[in-house]
């Protein structure tokens, strides 16, 4: 969905650097979201945002944080990369109104940390 | 603890054929049921979805069930085409006004001639 664009697209780091991936969406969502996919596991929600003032932990935040800088933008931070985040990971938006709202992905960052 | 899971990582159907994705849950208040597509470096797309007060949703060759006394549902593709061939996340909303969505682990559809 080219209404929300990741970069970079693929990034290849060493351990104990801070990354930043970004995010940004011409949809005009309110509610953005920051995802993990591992083999085998789907995907893992590690943090989201309903509005610029509001941020909310996911299901494996720990090692993450992340910057709401406008309506349009989400980013997500490793302060210190480990082997173990290595992932596919997705940014998402959705319009308010509940969980029957479907999310718009971006094409993903593929992260790897040697 | 794995509250969506699609136990069949992989489906192979002939064009023409119906394809039946299958999914299961554990938490009773999932309110929303939603399926979607991924193909090969690009995001996940929306492609359909149920709301647990009904038991069946249909988008033209795609529809979904749900069986709630089962915990369970299903995806169907009729008649499937090639450019099904891509991999089929089930995901689950825990209610209203809650925009987190728990995804199963995916299967991966491929669609033969």
């Known amino acids: 969905d080219a209404d929300v664009t990741q970069t970079p697209r693929n990034r290849i780091t060493k351990t104990g650097k801070r990354i930043m991936l970004e995010c940004s969406q011409t949809?005009?969502?309110?509610?953005m979201y920051w995802y993990r996919q591992d083999p085998g596991l789907g995907l893992r929600l590690i943090y989201y945002?309903?509005?610029?003032?509001?941020?909310n932990k996911g299901e494996i935040s720990d090692g993450y944080s992340v910057s709401r800088q406008a309506q349009a933008k989400f980013s997500l931070s490793l302060e210190s990369a480990i082997p173990n985040q290595t992932a596919l990971y997705f940014c998402?938006?959705?319009?308010?109104?509940?969980?029957?709202?479907?999310?718009?992905f971006g094409d993903g960052t593929r992260l790897s940390i040697l | 603890d794995q509250q969506v899971k699609q136990n069949s990582p992989s489906l192979s159907v002939q064009e023409g054929r119906i394809s039946i994705l299958n999914c299961d849950y554990t938490?009773?208040?999932?309110?929303?049921f939603l399926w979607y597509k991924k193909y090969p470096a690009e995001g996940p797309t929306f492609l359909i979805s149920?709301?647990?007060?009904?038991d069946k949703n249909e988008d033209g060759r795609f529809t979904v069930f749900l069986n709630k006394s089962a915990k369970h549902l299903s995806l169907h593709i009729v008649p499937s085409q090639p450019g099904d061939s891509a991999v089929y996340f089930c995901?689950?909303?825990?209610?209203?006004?809650?925009?987190?969505?728990?995804f199963g682990t995916g299967t991966r559809l491929q669609v033969f001639p």
């Open positions: 945002s309903f509005d610029v003032k509001d941020i």
């Open positions: 998402a938006t959705s319009e308010a109104g509940g969980g029957n709202q479907p999310q718009h």
């Open positions: 149920i709301s647990s007060i009904k």
């Open positions: 938490n009773s208040m999932f309110d929303y």
């Open positions: 995901a689950a909303s825990p209610g209203y006004n809650t925009d987190k969505l728990i």
């Open positions: 949809k005009g969502h309110d509610r």
